[in-house]
């Protein structure tokens, strides 16, 4: 009898514990002064509610990383990708590999949404990357976790470029 009330004790006392991190070596709620001392480098930008770092990497992609608070308390973050790619099925090709990061990482997504503007590559899946260049794809895939939501954004105009993104944000 005993051990079955410990272990009881430990199962309750368990689903009370927060996991170790949210994003990176982060929590949510730290603060900006926090954040700067964990991250270990100088942002490039900082306001009153966010702190933006050039040249990180998430896995083998550039990205430029953004921290958002409120109130002086870590809320959210963005990888930003940074590669320029020649050919626009590059980025499309990336999307993919940060899918089965993301899905690998966090099982599979709560969400997946296409949203076609225009139909004329909708059947061309070696020409998704013009689709999304052009303005006519936007994909966007969403995972969800106790405390946070991750999303996977990709969206494009033909005098910008593609723009792929993944968003942390505190549930």
Do not use: C
């Not at 992609?61 to 963005?78: E, H, I, R, T, Y």
């Not at 020649?86 to 997946?112: E, N, V």
């Amino acid at each position: 009898m005993f051990f079955v009330l410990l272990g009881l004790f430990f199962q309750l006392a368990g689903n009370g514990q927060q996991p170790d991190t949210d994003i990176r070596s982060l929590r949510w709620g730290m603060t900006s002064k926090e954040v700067q001392s964990v991250e270990q480098s100088t942002p490039f930008r900082i306001t009153d509610t966010t702190l933006q770092y050039r040249q990180h990497w998430f896995y083998n992609f550039p990205v430029s990383v953004k921290f958002a608070f409120v109130n002086d308390q870590l809320a959210g973050a963005l990888y930003i990708f940074t590669d320029r790619h020649i050919r626009a099925q590059q980025h499309w090709d990336d999307y993919q590999a940060l899918f089965k990061i993301l899905s690998d990482r966090y099982g599979t997504p709560s969400g997946d949404y296409w949203s076609w503007n225009y139909p004329l590559y909708k059947d061309r899946p070696d020409h998704y990357g013009d689709a999304v260049l052009l303005s006519h794809l936007s994909r966007s895939t969403v995972w969800e976790t106790p405390r946070t939501v991750i999303t996977l954004e990709m969206s494009g105009k033909p005098k910008e470029g593609i723009y792929t993104v993944i968003s942390y944000a505190k549930k």
